[in-house]
């Protein structure tokens, strides 16, 4: 039908008769020029084969330029030319260097030759399929990398944003947790905490003084990390002072029941219930366990001086931190000894009287500056 159409189209241009004539010349041009593009495409196979054919030749006889050898490198590398070499070999190159007449070589013996060849010429057949694989492999495994990344980050290794509470001399705040749990932090203190509970434990870390009180979660104990201790309850009521600077570090139950847990050790040391304090002295590395009030526990949130067996060493460094003052001690001794120390009102001169009474001490106060001696 689109050669009739073709034909109608040339009789209409160039009259009835012409176009039928116009269009059979041009069929058998285009039948001329195909048979002339075979024969181009035959003349450069031909003329292809022998240049390999010499290529090779010249190749077994160390005959090759550098160029000649890069063009045989690339011929292997592109992986089209394989059956051509192959049949060179066969039909013509091995003939001519072994300067005999050996026939036709039988498929095996040309693929070993051939083989040769490709390990002389330190490349492998269908090395594009190679290298394509061996990208996509790369490829594979970067990606499961990045995947493994974020999967470790957001679901092994997830970081939680921390917050860190501090207070100034004299200063005391009440802070509530994500779990509801309440803290006092007394001053010149420090707790570090969670955003957000997550994981099978409620962590807080506190460097100094303070009271909590837990909200009771049984199937996510709460730890409170402080010093070398390691303070473990479910649901409860109970103060730690924990100063860097205090000879002991001291845990005291208002109700319930906590478990104290030394540093690097599973099982609980003790197990302290209400109106327990254990003082644990980190030069002496010894634990000391007495009975308190658990009205004397909760004094410090309500203004109140309280210090039951205490070093005078820790009540001065505790009225330090309190009055913004500094104590020195004329013989250092005299900081070991212990003594329980109760005050009801907050002026400075009332308390600094009565604490240098029970220490059998007397103190001289210049500034902010108090000799005890």
Same mark, same amino acid.
């Given at each position: 039908?689109?050669?009739?159409?073709?034909?109608?189209?040339?009789?209409?241009?160039?009259?009835?008769?012409?176009?039928?004539?116009?269009?059979?010349?041009?069929?058998?041009?285009?039948?001329?020029?195909?048979?002339? @593009?075979?024969?181009?495409?035959?003349?450069?196979?031909?003329?292809?084969?022998?240049?390999?054919?010499?290529?090779?030749?010249?190749?077994?006889?160390? *005959?090759?330029? @550098? %160029?000649?050898? *890069?063009?045989?490198?690339?011929?292997?590398?592109?992986?089209?030319?394989?059956?051509?070499?192959?049949?060179?070999?066969? *039909?013509?190159?091995?003939?001519?260097?072994?300067?005999?007449?050996?026939?036709?070589?039988?498929? %095996?013996?040309?693929?070993?030759?051939?083989?040769?060849?490709?390990?002389?010429?330190?490349?492998?057949?269908?090395?594009?399929?190679?290298?394509?694989?061996?990208?996509?492999?790369?490829?594979?495994?970067?990606?499961?990398?990045?995947?493994?990344?974020?999967?470790?980050?957001?679901?092994?290794?997830?970081?939680?944003?921390?917050?860190?509470?501090?207070?100034?001399?004299?200063?005391?705040?009440?802070?509530?947790?994500?779990?509801?749990?309440?803290?006092?932090?007394? @001053?010149?203190?420090?707790?570090?905490?969670?955003?957000?509970?997550?994981?099978?434990?409620?962590?807080?870390?506190?460097?100094?003084? +303070?009271?909590?009180?837990?909200? *009771?979660?049984?199937?996510?104990?709460?730890?409170?990390?402080?010093?070398?201790?390691?303070?473990?309850?479910?649901?409860?009521?109970?103060?730690?002072?924990?100063?860097?600077?205090?000879?002991?570090? +001291?845990?005291?139950?208002?109700?319930?029941?906590?478990?104290?847990?030394?540093?690097?050790?599973?099982?609980?040391?003790?197990?302290?219930?209400?109106?327990?304090?254990?003082?644990?002295?980190?030069? +002496?590395?010894?634990?000391?366990?007495?009975?308190?009030?658990?009205?004397?526990?909760?004094?410090?949130?309500?203004?109140?001086?309280?210090?039951?067996?205490?070093?005078?060493?820790?009540?001065?460094?505790?009225?330090?931190?309190?009055?913004?003052?500094?104590?020195?001690?004329?013989?250092?001794?005299?900081?070991?000894?212990?003594?329980?120390?109760?005050?009801?009102?907050?002026?400075?001169?009332?308390?600094?009287?009565?604490?240098?009474?029970?220490?059998?001490?007397?103190?001289? %106060?210049?500034?902010?500056?108090?000799?005890?001696?």
């Amino acid at each position: 039908m689109g050669g009739a159409f073709f034909t109608w189209i040339l009789n209409y241009k160039y009259g009835i008769g012409c176009g039928s004539l116009l269009y059979k010349f041009i069929l058998k041009q285009r039948k001329c020029i195909c048979f002339t @593009d075979c024969i181009i495409s035959k003349l450069t196979s031909i003329t292809l084969d022998i240049k390999i054919k010499n290529l090779l030749l010249k190749y077994l006889n160390d *005959e090759c330029t @550098d %160029e000649e050898i *890069e063009e045989i490198r690339h011929i292997f590398l592109d992986g089209k030319y394989q059956e051509e070499w192959k049949q060179a070999l066969e *039909e013509d190159a091995v003939h001519q260097m072994d300067q005999k007449p050996l026939g036709r070589m039988d498929k %095996e013996n040309v693929d070993s030759l051939y083989q040769k060849i490709l390990i002389k010429t330190q490349v492998k057949p269908k090395s594009r399929l190679i290298y394509a694989y061996w990208w996509k492999a790369v490829a594979a495994v970067l990606v499961m990398g990045v995947m493994g990344y974020f999967i470790f980050n957001n679901v092994f290794y997830n970081p939680q944003t921390m917050v860190e509470v501090s207070t100034l001399t004299g200063e005391r705040i009440k802070i509530m947790l994500p779990d509801s749990s309440t803290i006092w932090l007394n @001053d010149e203190s420090k707790l570090s905490y969670s955003e957000k509970f997550e994981g099978d434990t409620r962590d807080v870390y506190l460097e100094g003084k +303070a009271f909590f009180e837990v909200k *009771e979660n049984k199937e996510k104990p709460f730890l409170v990390h402080s010093g070398t201790l390691v303070i473990k309850v479910l649901g409860t009521s109970f103060d730690i002072k924990a100063y860097k600077d205090d000879k002991d570090i +001291a845990v005291t139950v208002a109700t319930g029941k906590v478990s104290v847990i030394r540093d690097k050790v599973a099982l609980p040391y003790r197990t302290l219930l209400a109106g327990d304090q254990l003082a644990y002295d980190k030069e +002496a590395k010894e634990f000391m366990e007495q009975k308190i009030e658990v009205d004397d526990i909760l004094a410090w949130k309500e203004g109140r001086l309280i210090f039951v067996d205490e070093t005078v060493g820790d009540i001065a460094r505790s009225l330090e931190r309190r009055y913004d003052i500094k104590f020195v001690f004329v013989n250092p001794a005299d900081k070991n000894q212990r003594v329980t120390f109760k005050q009801k009102g907050s002026n400075l001169k009332d308390v600094l009287q009565i604490f240098s009474l029970v220490a059998g001490l007397e103190y001289q %106060e210049v500034g902010n500056r108090i000799e005890m001696k």
